[in-house]
């Protein structure tokens, strides 16, 4: 089963508060960008990514992929102001049909069993998305204080890639343009289709590196796999 994937890539990352694209962050000795390419260019199943990007980072991005011979991105694509927006444009240059994942640039720890299996729950059901169960007891709260213990067995984290038909995800990317919606992420535009959305189980080490501590994390991920290869 092989698949297509778009990586958003246009973020500023003001959160992590590094005066540039936080995708451009060295993690042990290599930028973030470059471990996420590095999963599904060693992958396969993968038949190509598409990228988007902040046209400023064009350059350094396209000497990147030179470096380490990244060779399956086949598309630059310029960003959108918000990550909804840099998907579609990244979708309108597909053409053909079947499975396309969305990812987060700046999860660079996603497994490849994990990418097929939710490759092939997508194949099999049109729609599926990668999770893990929530860990810690949920609140619900209004003006802060606590009106529900929400109960958690039913909650999951959501994680990416998230995987689609393709031409399911265009239909529901166009019906979110039409109506000018904003979702949270790509299953949420599905689901106001009334399109089933499926749920895989990751793992917990399949963060978003997002702010200054979530690169302490990310290097004992490192080590820890480093320890379990050898």
Not at 87 to 106: C, M, P, Q, R, S
Request: glycine share 6%.
């Amino acid at each position: 089963m092989t698949y297509q994937v778009i990586i958003p890539a246009a973020g500023l990352g003001k959160r992590m508060r590094a005066g540039k694209n936080k995708l451009l962050l060295e993690l042990n000795g290599v930028p973030i960008l470059v471990h996420t390419l590095r999963v599904f260019e060693e992958d396969e199943a993968c038949d190509g990514v598409i990228l988007a990007i902040h046209p400023q980072d064009t350059k350094e991005i396209n000497r990147l992929l030179q470096k380490y011979q990244i060779s399956k991105v086949s598309d630059l694509v310029p960003g959108g102001d918000e990550r909804q927006h840099s998907i579609f444009n990244a979708l309108k240059t597909v053409e053909a049909d079947g499975i396309i994942l969305v990812h987060d640039a700046a999860r660079p720890f996603i497994q490849k069993i994990h990418i097929h299996r939710l490759t092939q729950k997508a194949e099999d059901t049109g729609a599926a998305i990668m999770g893990v169960p929530a860990k810690d007891t949920m609140k619900k709260q209004k003006d802060g204080v606590v009106v529900e213990t929400v109960e958690r067995s039913s909650l999951w984290a959501v994680q990416t890639p998230q995987a689609f038909r393709i031409s399911l995800l265009k239909k529901a990317y166009q019906k979110a343009e039409e109506d000018k919606f904003l979702g949270t992420d790509d299953a949420s535009l599905v689901e106001r289709l009334d399109f089933p959305v499926s749920i895989v189980e990751g793992d917990y080490d399949n963060i978003k590196l997002t702010t200054p501590e979530d690169l302490y994390f990310a290097e004992a991920i490192i080590k820890k796999r480093e320890k379990e290869f050898y």
